[in-house]
Structures are given as structure tokens and as C-alpha cells.
């Protein structure tokens, strides 16, 4: 039998690795839109503080294991970027909870043309004839379906446009602290996590009642609900 080749071994590894990240993102969507519909937990901002001390806990293990070697990320940027990317996930959770699955993922389209903004604004960058096409079909058919679908309503609208422009902000900052603090995604995660499970599992409860007029501790858990949220969590 042949020897695989490097290149070969690469692209398998990369295509496994988009295939896992495309399902287990669409897997995320669906249970997290079951358990806020169907069973009532509208309390999005607590159940993603809930995804990220999973996550903290994650990193905690790589750490052991050696994949997240000891950095250094100043305070000041930490906290940028925790503000950025706690408005980007709760305002995406806020924006599947009160809008339509179909809308949500068309919210999460109009981020590309919102990132190349970005880049052009602050890195100056230039981008093809193509790209621009490209681009412009996107807010063609991001326009065509907000026109169309009947379920989008104001505050959802309001929530949508909030978790798009912290979401292309927060990514355009990932970019920004990895390059120049030279930190790996993990390394940079292992920053991030354990900042934002600790504000949003703080700051979650009052802003969901703020939301919704419900309090996350006189919810009526049950055996579904809670193994739902489970998932979610090792999902994330």
C-alpha cells in the first residue's frame, strides 16, 4: 500500500475539521432554538455564561495536557474584547430567540459584508472586482429574505443588528490580538473563557429578566431541559 502523502493527510484533516465544525454549529442552533421554543428557557444570556464554563473547563484540560502554553494578553485588552464578544453571543441568542431560524442565519450571512468593512476601514485593505460581486449578492439576498419573512419583528430586528456588528467586531479583534501578541486560538481562549463565563453567569440572570420578565431560578426544570442545556454546553 502507498505511503500517504503530507498534503494528502492535510486536507483530510482540514475537510474533517470543517465537516465537524459545520455540524456541531448547526447542532448548537437546533437545540438551542428547541430549548428556548419549545421548553420555555428564554434566558439566553445565562445559558451562554453556562457554554463558556464548560468551555473554561475545556481549556483547563488542554492546558494539562500541554496545547495552551503560558502567554501573557494585558487587561485592558481583555476587557475590549470581552465586551465585544459578550454583546456578539448573547445578541446572537437573543436574535434566535425572537426571530425565526431562517432569519438568524441570514443575520449571520450580512456579517461577511460587515467584517469586510471592517478590515477596509481599519487595515486599508482592498479587495477584487470579484469579491466585490460577491459580496453584493450577499446583501442582494440578505435584503430580499429580511423583506420577505414574516416573522421578523422589531426587537428581534434590534437584537439581530447588534449581534452582526459585535460579532464582526469581535472577530476583527481575535485577528488582531493573535497577531500582535503572536497568541494561538487556544492560547487566546484561554484568556477569554474563564472573563467571560464569570460575566455573563453574573451578569446573565438580571439581564434576562430585564428581557424577558422571567427569572432563570423560578424556571420549571425538568429532565429535558436540563440534559438539552447540557448538550449545548459540550457541544459548544
Known amino acids: ?13 482540514d475537510a474533517a475539521a470543517w465537516m465537524f465544525n459545520v455540524v456541531t454549529s448547526v447542532g448548537i442552533i437546533i437545540v438551542n432554538k428547541a430549548l428556548m421554543a419549545t421548553y420555555g428557557f428564554s434566558f439566553a444570556t445565562t445559558l451562554t455564561g453556562l457554554h463558556f464554563a464548560t468551555t473554561t473547563l475545556m481549556t483547563l484540560v488542554l492546558r494539562c495536557l500541554g496545547y495552551i502554553q503560558p502567554s501573557h494578553l494585558p ?17 446572537m441568542n437573543v436574535s434566535l430567540m425572537w426571530n425565526s431560524v431562517g432569519f438568524y442565519q441570514i443575520a449571520k450571512l450580512s456579517m461577511i459584508p460587515v467584517s469586510c468593512l471592517l478590515e477596509v476601514v481599519f487595515d486599508k485593505i482592498r479587495y477584487s472586482r470579484d469579491t466585490k460581486l460577491s459580496i453584493g449578492l450577499v446583501l ?26 459585535s460579532t464582526a467586531l469581535q472577530q ?56 438539552s442545556a447540557r448538550n449545548t454546553q459540550i457541544i459548544y
Open 75 to 91: 487587561f485592558t485588552e481583555l476587557l475590549k474584547f470581552i465586551l465585544f464578544a459578550n454583546f456578539s453571543i448573547v445578541g
Open 172 to 227: 476583527y479583534y481575535v485577528h488582531y490580538l493573535q497577531r500582535k501578541y503572536s497568541l494561538s486560538s487556544f492560547n487566546l481562549l484561554g484568556h477569554t473563557a474563564p472573563a467571560q463565563a464569570a460575566t455573563l453567569l453574573i451578569v446573565g440572570p438580571f439581564l434576562d429578566y430585564w428581557l424577558t420578565d422571567k427569572r432563570v431560578d423560578m424556571y420549571d426544570y425538568n429532565s429535558v431541559s436540563v440534559v
Open 1 to 13: 500500500m502507498a505511503p500517504v502523502k503530507k498534503s494528502d493527510k492535510k486536507a483530510t484533516l
Open 140 to 165: 442582494v439576498g440578505v435584503g430580499v429574505c429580511t423583506v420577505t419573512d414574516v416573522s421578523v419583528n422589531t426587537k428581534g430586528f434590534v437584537a439581530a443588528f447588534v449581534a452582526v456588528w
